[in-house]
């Protein structure tokens, strides 16, 4: 950095170099986010995670399918989070618990901590951005919902009325799908962009994440 001498030499502002000296003895340390449990901080400034939304309408298997991908995915040693919105309220704490006391006393926020395990709940909703940032030291990020979102998604059929998703929904990477509806959606998208899988074909999602993952870490965080 170049600092400006009020001095002047034939009318013209003279520039002065800073006076700043790095102190002898004493190292700058870059203070790095913490890790991912399990990782160290070396490694998790560098994690870009991939992230997968799962859309479809009620009951068309949104949490069946979370539940199949993350032991696929977790092989290898790979971490996985998992966010899912819920349209109504909700309540993790229960009654008579400490932390529900301190709630009901006016806390906005609690959180609370053993060696195994955290949790932190806090009185305001979340965008989905700040929750990823949150999760940026994991290897997979699968996101339940947030239909208007744009990062990649696998989007469930399960009726004929699911079709519109085809039509509505930004950034399809994969489609999953009942047998019955399959027929279906070469219909209603004759070429379609997105592989189709059926439903039950975990396997072959989790390989299309981990194949393409890079189409999956597209993103700023």
Request: hydrophobic content about 35%; some cysteine.
């Amino acid at each position: 950095m170049r600092h400006l001498n009020n001095s002047t030499a034939g009318g013209r502002l003279r520039p002065q170099k800073s006076s700043s000296r790095r102190v002898p003895g004493v190292q700058r340390r870059r203070v790095s986010p913490p890790a991912a449990p399990g990782r160290d901080n070396d490694q998790a400034v560098c994690i870009k995670p991939a992230v997968c939304q799962i859309i479809g309408y009620k009951n068309s298997g949104k949490t069946s399918l979370v539940c199949a991908l993350i032991p696929l995915l977790k092989q290898g040693g790979t971490r996985v989070a998992v966010i899912k919105h819920d349209g109504h309220e909700y309540d993790m704490d229960h009654p008579g618990t400490d932390t529900w006391k301190q709630r009901q006393a006016g806390a906005m926020a609690v959180a609370i901590t053993s060696t195994a395990r955290t949790s932190v709940i806090e009185e305001r909703g979340s965008s989905l951005f700040e929750l990823i940032k949150g999760f940026s030291g994991y290897d997979y990020v699968l996101v339940e919902g947030f239909k208007q979102e744009a990062y990649p998604k696998i989007v469930l059929i399960r009726r004929p009325e699911d079709l519109e998703l085809l039509q509505n929904t930004a950034n399809i990477a994969a489609i999953a799908a009942w047998e019955r509806m399959i027929p279906y959606i070469h219909s209603a998208v004759p070429q379609p962009q997105a592989q189709v899988f059926e439903i039950n074909d975990s396997a072959g999602m989790a390989n299309l994440l981990h194949q393409q993952r890079s189409n999956f870490q597209n993103f700023n965080i």
